[in-house]
């Protein structure tokens, strides 16, 4: 077992004495945590150390992992320029991690580096670590906004790299928990701050990783936290191993939670497979689910299947509803991966001579053609969640004050740019939230004024 250990810690640069001026003193039990850590570290005298930074460079479908032999970084931007930190890369590891990625089509590699300058995510553990051992080569990975699998998955990749290589190895997983503790705090105050950290602790000072695929995006998002897909990278590197897992300290004075737990591998054990786990319960959810579909939803999964396995289109099935056949109305066909949006595209009135054509035709489209993400693959059909959307009248509005974001969707028109978005959707708590994301997808500025139209949907499960 070529990791030996790995430890998840948090990265407040105040934490550095040149910048916390006094101020880190505050948070001593990180502190004194950290030097703990750190000197475990140096006992277990890795020759790589795997860094997971939230603040490395991340794309929303690709994992970046820094090239080249060597960089440095500095804390100016926190006003203490002169204290630094300079690695080298090991760039075998880098190219072994980027080779098993590709085999296993996993999005992942050196492309697309927008700044070698180190983090501030990088730079403060290994502040600590370099204090006790700086015989190590540095492999530095981002995240991205793919699902939790996917960073787990990396996770495995990473520890089959360093068997192969028979490197010594030990992974840190930088980031802070949740950034909404308190009302003075830096994104203020969310009942789900504090949630999140209760929670998340639990999960990883047990060790039992299959927790982290419990929260849900929603939940992350309101609760603000920062580390949660480097923890569940890191939770992947040590896929069937048995660990000894303790917490050393969790503190969040600053409105911002800080928790530092540590894991020594002791020896495999093959019943630890989280990921593995977590999709067959997911495939059996899936397919509970898939039985109580409507026809709407049915529909688009079997274009969606169809399309996707084959290109080829489906015809109009003979045994829909009635009104399918002769109802015309805008649709939205939304799809979802592990929770995460993984496709949206809809039509605001009828474009085609039925619902069901509509339904087909916006199907194809959330699944191939959203700008925002890559068409979807043949394996990722059974772990797709599908809802549809009928769109009711467009009713012309004079004040947002008869908007309702649970009831009404909302259409926003500066002359010929027009921005819709959908009724009761994760996250959108608030009319003003709702009118700026239309806003923002029409690419209509906050002071421009806007004409606005209020609809109601039928949404299909």
């Avoid at 982290?212 to 897909?229: I, P, T, V």
């Avoid at 740019?417 to 997808?441: F, H, T």
Wanted: aromatic share 8%.
């Amino acid at each position: 077992m070529a990791i030996t250990a790995a430890y998840m810690v948090p990265h407040p640069p105040l934490i550095i004495p040149d910048v916390g001026n006094g101020q880190e003193r505050t948070i001593q039990k990180t502190i004194d945590s950290y030097h703990e850590t750190a000197q475990r570290i140096a006992l277990q005298k890795p020759e790589t150390i795997i860094l997971i930074s939230p603040h490395q460079t991340m794309y929303a479908d690709y994992f970046h992992i820094s090239p080249g032999t060597e960089a440095s970084g500095d804390f100016g931007q926190f006003r203490a320029p002169h204290v630094g930190v300079r690695v080298s890369y090991d760039s075998q590891f880098v190219e072994k991690l980027c080779r098993l990625a590709e085999e296993r089509k996993l999005p992942a590699g050196v492309l697309g580096q927008r700044e070698k300058t180190l983090d501030h995510g990088t730079m403060v553990p290994l502040y600590f670590v370099n204090q006790y051992w700086q015989d190590y080569q540095l492999v530095r990975i981002g995240l991205s906004g793919c699902g939790l699998t996917a960073h787990y998955e990396l996770g495995q990749i990473i520890q089959e790299a360093a068997n192969l290589l028979d490197r010594k190895t030990v992974v840190i997983a930088s980031g802070d928990l949740s950034h909404r503790l308190k009302d003075d705090g830096p994104y203020g105050y969310r009942e789900e701050g504090p949630q999140y950290d209760r929670r998340i602790m639990e999960v990883m000072e047990s060790g039992e990783f299959d927790g982290l695929f419990e929260f849900s995006e929603d939940f992350c998002e309101k609760a603000g936290e920062c580390g949660h897909r480097s923890f569940t990278i890191m939770a992947g590197a040590l896929d069937r191993m048995e660990v000894e897992a303790e917490r050393l300290s969790y503190e969040g004075p600053f409105g911002v939670g800080y928790g530092i737990c540590c894991y020594r591998v002791c020896k495999k054990d093959g019943t630890r497979n989280f990921r593995e786990r977590y999709e067959e319960r997911q495939r059996s959810l899936l397919a509970a689910r898939r039985e109580q579909e409507d026809a709407y939803v049915r529909l688009a999964r079997n274009t969606i299947e169809e399309y996707v396995r084959t290109g080829n289109v489906i015809g109009i099935p003979k045994s829909l509803p009635q009104e399918m056949y002769h109802q015309k109305a805008g649709v939205f066909v939304s799809i979802k991966k592990e929770g995460n949006l993984r496709g949206c595209i809809g039509t605001l009135s009828a474009s085609c001579p039925s619902v069901a054509e509509e339904i087909i035709f916006n199907a194809i489209s959330a699944s191939t053609n959203d700008p925002r993400f890559s068409p979807i693959e043949p394996a990722e059909l059974d772990r797709l969640t599908i809802s549809v959307d009928v769109l009711g009248e467009m009713e012309k509005i004079d004040s947002p004050d008869m908007l309702d974001v649970k009831k009404y969707g909302v259409v926003v028109t500066k002359g010929r740019k027009r921005g819709l978005l959908l009724p009761n959707l994760d996250g959108i708590e608030s009319v003003e939230e709702q009118i700026a994301i239309a806003r923002q997808k029409a690419g209509i500025h906050d002071w421009e004024t806007v004409s606005l139209e209020r609809f109601e949907v039928i949404r299909h499960y």
